[in-house]
T-cell receptor
Framework: ETGVTQTPRHLVMGMTNKKSLKCEQH?????MYWYKQSAKKPLELMFV???????ENNSVPSRFSPECPNSSHLFLHLHTLQPEDSALYLC??????????????FGPGTRLLVL | AQKVTQAQTEISVVEKEDVTLDCVYE???????LFWYKQPPSGELVFLIR??????QNEISGRYSWNFQKSTSSFNFTITASQVVDSAVYFC???????????FGTGTKLQVIP
């Protein structure tokens, strides 16, 4: 595997379900990100992790719970979601603090539908 | 505050035509990076180019070219001889050096008609 991978690619869940999204990067980066992309809206940054530590939470509701066990893996745990949470969830990674190499590389995303 | 404006919401061109996607940005910082990403229907954001604020040299990569003009705060993207595979949503983005929060534009949806 190369680049950034995400599983599952598609997910349908009820409002009472609990599910998790997984992201893995094979680029040797130390920063990972979760973004939400809803129809007709700009990409929204949700969380940033640097060296496994959360460094940004962009006022995300607590029904979204991120986890970063190591620099290569990032999870987004979902529980009691609302229909308006239906969106494409994108994971990205970058190598911070390298004076210009902060390009973020994205995974293919998970299309989430909440019923 | 940072802002990226992509005024063109949707563009349709016939295959082999040239097309330019506009991007205008606002920033008070002197050191920053500009990006273009492509998002095909599959959903993945594909990195195309990064430009830093000190380098106004235009760049060409195959059928793609980028025109960076600090005087007008623009970073436009031209596709020459467009192809159906170019159909996608294209995002322009801005990042301050030393920060990690990328500001994305709202995207331009390009449809290339065979």
């Amino acid at each position: 595997e190369t680049g950034v991978t995400q599983t599952p690619r598609h997910l349908v869940m009820g409002m009472t379900n609990k599910k998790s999204l997984k992201c893995e990067q094979h680029l040797g980066h130390n920063a990972m990100y979760w973004y939400k992309q809803s129809a007709k809206k700009p990409l929204e940054l949700m969380f940033v992790y640097n060296f496994k530590e959360q460094t940004e939470n962009n006022s995300v509701p607590s029904r979204f719970s991120p986890e970063c066990p190591n620099s290569s893996h990032l999870f987004l745990h979902l529980h009691t979601l609302q229909p308006e949470d239906s969106a494409l969830y994108l994971c990205a990674s970058s190598q911070p603090g390298t004076g210009g190499e902060e390009t973020q590389y994205f995974g293919p995303g998970t299309r989430l539908l909440v019923l | 505050a940072q802002k990226v404006t992509q005024a063109q919401t949707e563009i349709s061109v016939v295959e082999k035509e040239d097309v330019t996607l506009d991007c205008v940005y606002e920033t008070r910082d002197t050191t920053y990076y500009l990006f273009w990403y492509k998002q095909p229907p599959s959903g993945e954001l594909v990195f195309l180019i990064r430009r830093n604020s000190f380098d106004e040299q235009n760049e060409i990569s195959g059928r793609y070219s980028w025109n960076f003009q600090k005087s007008t705060s623009s970073f436009n993207f031209t596709i020459t001889a467009s192809q159906v595979v170019d159909s996608a949503v294209y995002f322009c983005a801005l990042l301050y050096r030393g920060y990690q929060k990328v500001t994305f534009g709202t995207g331009t949806k390009l449809q290339v008609i065979p």
